[in-house]
């Protein structure tokens, strides 16, 4: 492995036939029944506490699993493997130990590059762990990434510079990209449960280890 740290080595994992339907079905509907008017109040209450208060997902009534925790991490290192390969800076990445989380990292210079980064989060943890699907895919609580998500394809989609992107086909992008990338979010995620906070520079080491 090149030095690379015993501990962050992970079995490749697979979506099972159930989660994957599940994934590609339930996210363009989720996204496509979004309510413009709670989409705006979303990102109105994010940008008034400094977009803290709605990346940071609600706490557990209990304490999570290591399951879980691991499954979070999945998430969070899905946004920073996704912002790695599309020229991020700054990527910082934290993992509490009640589960929540977030990643920070300077914006995608491409709309679409912004749209995969926020849909990784959700099919990475959902592909780790298929039981969280159902609760990152809850209608009436939407993730916070989803909204961002959707507000995007909508400004992409008004430029009128190009073709209009589905919520299907930015599904299925994302789909492909934490597939492709499956080992390096991996990686990650490890040292982000090991650790707690994941820098840039340790991101960029992380998901670039091969076996």
């Known amino acids: ?57 609600p706490r557990p009534e209990y304490p999570p699993t290591a399951h879980e925790r691991m499954g979070r991490a999945y998430h969070e290192a899905a946004h920073g493997v996704a912002a790695f390969n599309c020229g991020c800076t700054a990527i910082e990445l934290v993992l509490r130990a009640d589960a929540t989380g977030q990643c920070i990292n300077s914006p995608p ?4 590059d912004r749209i995969m980064v926020a849909l990784t989060g959700v099919i990475a943890e959902s592909k780790f762990r298929p039981q969280s699907i159902h609760q990152n895919l809850d209608p009436d609580s939407p993730p916070y990434d989803f909204v961002v998500a959707r507000r995007l394809i909508d400004s992409l989609n008004a430029s009128g510079d190009r073709l209009p992107l589905s919520f299907t086909s930015a599904t299925r992008t994302a789909i492909k990209f934490c597939d492709t990338h499956w080992m390096a979010i991996g ?3 490890a040292a982000l449960d090991d650790a707690g906070v994941v820098e840039d520079f340790a991101v960029r080491i992380f998901a670039k280890c091969r076996p």
């Open 187 to 189: 990686n990650v995620a």
């Open 109 to 112: 210079e491409k709309l679409e």
């Open 1 to 57: 492995m090149g030095g690379f740290p015993a501990r962050y080595r992970r079995k490749d994992t697979q979506y099972d036939d159930g989660a994957r339907v599940s994934i590609l079905l339930a996210i363009p509907k989720l996204l496509r029944d979004l309510d413009p008017t709670a989409i705006n109040a979303v990102m109105r209450d994010s940008l008034s506490s400094n977009h803290y208060k709605n990346i940071i997902p």
